[in-house]
């Protein structure tokens, strides 16, 4: 199948590229750097540096994972519209590339966040969940809604609503793994608020699911079943690395530092996989503490 990905340089996308190579599929990838991208990919992958230059190749489906790390950079006004461009742009894009084609692709999986919940408290949150009406809330809509403007060319789109991704290399842990490992680790805030994560093996086997399953479209939430809180993540994370974790920093200092994307560290959501589990998808890292010894031992 030929594939078009976005994204495939990112931390999640060049495991997803390995694995599609490895299954014989053709993979046509975006990056607006197609030399720096080529040295994390698999030889063979065609890499161009926009959606358009691969009309002519009609891909057969669509994984898009673009998008400006959310929590690089403090939200000023500028770096939110930024954000929300980088996102919209490109899903725009595909879906162009989807109207001039003369056989549309059979299905888009693109991508989303756990933010689009919102603040949740400690109820349980699965798809059906009503969002809380925030800035990340509407991001994650408005992205959504960009892929969502491919259903009436007869594309089947599948929305990820992702949490934190973890593994070696990258992702959430490569913040968090030096100061854990000088002993400096903590809890934010509270502690009480939901962080839910996935490994990033599992999200990728979400994707090949998703790409392969003709009945599956609408939002998944792409996490594992087992969410935890801030302090039991910073538990289950010292403890594999045989470290205390008695440091705390304060609610305020946060959003003294960080104002508006504070609320990215100090709320979250118990997110379920609901709609992935009613579809038989079982995960190879259900809980923390496995995905942990996975990560941390090798």
Not at 48 to 66: G, H, K, Q, T, Y
Not at 136 to 149: D, K, P, Y
Not at 259 to 270: D, F, K, P, Q, Y
Request: proline share 6%.
């Amino acid at each position: 199948m030929r594939i078009l990905i976005t994204g495939g340089s990112g931390f999640v996308g060049r495991l997803l590229c390995h694995r599609l190579h490895e299954a014989g599929h053709r993979l046509l990838v975006v990056s607006r750097s197609p030399t720096r991208a080529q040295t994390h990919l698999p030889e063979g992958i065609e890499i161009r540096e926009s959606v358009m230059a691969f009309a002519d190749d009609a891909p057969e489906a669509i994984v898009n994972l673009a998008g400006e790390p959310i929590a690089d950079k403090r939200w000023s006004e500028a770096q939110k519209q930024r954000l929300i461009a980088s996102r919209l742009t490109t899903t725009r894009e595909l879906v162009t590339l989807c109207e001039r084609l003369e056989t549309p692709p059979r299905v888009m999986v693109s991508g989303s966040a756990m933010g689009f919940y919102g603040d949740q408290g400690e109820r349980d949150v699965t798809e059906q969940t009503p969002p809380n009406d925030e800035f990340a809330h509407r991001l994650c809509a408005q992205w959504e809604s960009a892929a969502r403007a491919a259903e009436p060319l007869g594309v089947r789109v599948a929305l990820l609503r992702t949490g934190l991704v973890l593994d070696a290399g990258g992702g959430t842990l490569s913040k968090l793994l030096p100061p854990f490992r000088l002993g400096l680790g903590g809890r934010l805030g509270s502690g009480r608020q939901y962080m839910p994560w996935i490994h990033r093996e599992d999200l990728v086997r979400i994707v090949l699911l998703l790409l392969e399953r003709d009945d599956l479209e609408g939002p998944f939430n792409a996490s594992a079943p087992h969410p935890v809180t801030n302090a039991d993540f910073t538990r289950t994370l010292a403890h594999h690395l045989h470290r205390p974790a008695l440091m705390t920093v304060p609610a305020g200092l946060l959003r003294l530092a960080l104002g508006e994307m504070s609320r990215l560290l100090l709320t979250g959501a118990r997110m379920r996989p609901a709609r992935l589990e009613a579809a038989g998808f079982t995960f190879h890292y259900p809980t923390l503490d496995s995905a942990l010894k996975a990560i941390l031992g090798r």
